[in-house]
């Protein structure tokens, strides 16, 4: 790799280290804590998502979304078991006084006003509404809550808060003296969505392919520089790290500085999150995925066009370049600018998430923990931020700077791109399972380690490190996902579960098997140098001559 690519590879894999976002569920996902809205008889729904589909003249039409109240009868989940009814508008429109409408088992809407919540169900129940849609004054979802004090809460219709914007698109809808009937549903979520399979198979697998990698390059640099030694009998040359490369190896040091320097890059995002800011962040992700993309097609095709893959020109500013790389570079910029410009349709997932795994594998083949110390504080230092900037954050910015970061909220873009997603399948509510690349990235970088150290040491696959690694990262992640479901949707810290399983492992087998020493300080299996075992064989052969 030439040394501009070099550069290129180590600010992205820099990048990435900063973008530890947590496992999480980003369709209809309700900010707001339950804690804060405490239960009591005649108030103690679960706040749900309601779909209100829409029909106008007989013909279907749009569907809105809407959160349902504390209060009031708890809405149906089937579809085939929700009622259409006609919609009327409230008269006077706050619905804070009894409505002149005449209303039979039909659905008010009424504005927000300035009464409580209860009152205008109460008075929409007293007309005979069937439920009443609640709009709000802002394009946000709002829990609707009881006072304390409130009493009158033998409400028995379902209310439904709608936004701002579903709200303007109802009265149009109404004041062009077209027949209009809602249905009110709240569907539930799978229990397990495949999409999270995928992921699980989707996080796995990369940093599997990327260990294999990883330590294949390392014993190719261990068999060359076995080679080197052979071929110098008369000379016994320094012992030095040939065959490393484009190799960088993290110390401790910038282990810890990860903690530092992620917080203060992610308090930046948190702070200047807008569209144009997750545009620059579109364009970073474009250049490290092509610089990703590039390096694993021409690692791979360089099996079947060797002869192109060592062959290289002298291009202006970028150096000596293969034809390979000159070949592939063109198709992997244009994938990336097809993505950045069509990111937005439905599809556009896949090109995401090829771009990410390309990039996420290369970065662990070109960064290395040197030994399980540096994995250690590396690990630990990232399970801590995780825990802080998805948990603790709350208590000083009155949310949770991760998630808020992870999901683009107030960028008015579906989330960055710093992400692995695959959209819910079989969740009547859509949306995407997420997965960001920190989760997957630095356990990778101690999975990818036990490998090479496996290898090196000649271990068989049961008796090393790497198969336990995999297991305990794959059962850390499934933890995850359960935890995620538990939790009712509500973004999880992945680090927090997968940390603990993936070092945990690592360090009680190490301990067991008496290699522990070893694994934290050199990183790597004592090998005699060939030098030496070849000068023995040459004075034993001399000797038995004599």
């Known amino acids: 790799m030439d040394l501009l690519g070099l550069y290129r590879v180590i600010f992205v894999s820099a990048l990435i280290l900063l973008f530890c976002l947590p496992c999480s569920v980003t369709a209809g996902d309700i900010v707001h804590d339950d804690d804060l809205a405490p239960k009591k008889p005649g108030c103690e729904n679960d706040f749900v998502l309601v779909k209100v589909q829409t029909w106008v003249d007989g013909i279907e039409d749009a569907e809105f979304v809407g959160v349902g109240a504390r209060f009031g009868t708890a809405i149906v989940s089937k579809e085939k078991n929700a009622d259409q009814r006609r919609l009327i508008l409230s008269d006077p429109r706050d619905c804070c006084s009894h409505p002149k409408n005449k209303l039979a088992n039909d659905v008010i809407m009424v504005d927000r006003g300035h009464c409580k919540f209860t009152t205008k169900a109460n008075n929409a129940q007293a007309a005979h509404a069937s439920a009443v849609l609640i709009i709000n004054n802002q394009k946000e979802l709002y829990k609707m809550v009881c006072e304390p004090d409130e009493t009158d809460l033998d409400i028995h219709i379902p209310a439904v808060m709608l936004p701002q914007d579903a709200g303007a698109s109802l009265e149009k809808m109404l004041t062009s003296n077209s027949s209009v009937s809602v249905q009110l549903y709240s569907p539930r979520r799978p229990l397990v969505d495949i999409a999270e399979v995928f992921l699980w198979l989707m ?102 066009f060797k002869r192109a893959g060592e062959s290289s020109i002298k291009v202006p500013f970028f150096g000596a370049i293969s034809y390979l790389t000159l070949v592939v570079s063109p198709f992997c910029v244009a994938f990336a600018v097809l993505w950045a410009v069509y990111r937005n349709v439905s599809f556009a997932w896949i090109g995401q998430d090829i771009l990410g795994i390309a990039l996420i594998i290369t970065v662990l083949q070109i960064v290395h923990v040197p030994n399980l ?166 004075s034993e052969g001399l000797n038995n001559e004599k």
């Open 203 to 304: 996080a796995v697998g990369t940093i599997l392919c990327a260990s294999y990698w990883s330590a294949w390059s390392a014993r190719e640099a261990a068999i060359e520089q076995d080679k080197l030694f052979k071929d110098a009998l008369d000379e016994i040359p320094h012992t030095r790290h040939l065959g490393s490369g484009g190799i960088m190896d993290i110390n401790t040091t910038s282990a810890v500085l990860f903690v530092v320097v992620a917080s203060c890059f992610l308090v930046m995002l948190y702070r200047l999150m807008s569209y144009w800011f997750v545009e620059l962040l579109v364009v970073l992700f474009c250049i490290g995925g092509v610089e990703g993309l590039q390096t694993c097609l021409v690692a791979l095709l360089s099996r079947w």
């Open 373 to 538: 110390k540096v994995g250690t504080v590396l690990l630990g230092c990232a399970f801590l931020y995780d825990i802080f900037w998805v948990f603790i954050s709350k208590k000083l910015f009155h949310e949770s700077v991760m998630i808020v970061v992870a999901r683009g909220d107030k960028s008015g873009e579906d989330g960055i791109p710093m992400l692995l997603k695959i959209p819910r399948m079989f969740d009547p509510w859509g949306g995407y399972s997420i997965i960001g690349f920190g989760d997957v990235l630095l356990p990778g970088l101690l999975i990818a380690f036990s490998l090479r150290y496996d290898w090196l040491a000649n271990k068989t696959l049961r008796a090393g490190y790497f198969l336990w690694a995999m297991i305990a990262y794959g059962s850390g992640l499934l933890v995850t996902y359960v935890a995620l479901n538990l939790m009712d949707g509500h973004g999880q810290p992945a680090l927090l579960y997968i940390v603990p399983f993936t070092l945990g492992t690592f360090l009680t087998l190490g301990r067991k098997r008496g290699d522990l020493r070893v694994l934290w300080t050199r990183g790597e299996p004592e090998r005699p140098c060939p030098h030496i075992q070849l000068e023995h064989q040459y």
